[in-house]
Nanobody, 113 residues
Framework: QVQLVESGGGLVQAGGSLRLSCAAS????????MAWFRQAPGKEREFVAA???????NYKESVKGRFTISRDNAKNTVLLQMNSLKPEDMAVYYC???????WGQGTQVTVSS
């Protein structure tokens, strides 16, 4: 059984920063790609960033240069550093083990303008 628990969301002013964390249980964390998705009210869940087991990263175009995904395999954790936040980044952010139905409960990110 895989459990994913996100933390680090909150309220921040536009231009500010937040760091999201996802703690994963289960075996062989380091073998899997991990990803962050987000869902704003009234919108579909969308891809934000992903990192492979080897550390290769991929980003949604609109967050490139502002967000950084990383992982700490020793701690079974994946991070999302979010800088220069914009109101359009406001959403519930979810952690996902790529290509699987394993999702966390989400963490709310609110950006005030």
């Amino acid at each position: 059984q895989v459990q994913l628990v996100e933390s680090g969301g909150g309220l921040v002013q536009a231009g500010g920063s937040l760091r999201l964390s996802c703690a994963a249980s289960g075996r062989a964390f380091s073998s899997y790609s991990m990803a962050w998705f987000r869902q704003a009210p009234g919108k579909e869940r969308e891809f934000v960033a992903a990192i492979t087991s080897g550390g290769i990263t991929n980003y949604k175009e609109s967050v490139k240069g502002r967000f950084t995904i990383s992982r700490d395999n020793a701690k079974n954790t994946v991070l999302l550093q979010m800088n220069s936040l914009k109101p359009e980044d406001m959403a519930v952010y979810y952690c996902n083990r790529w290509g699987t139905p394993y999702w966390g409960q989400g963490t709310q990110v609110t950006v005030s303008s």
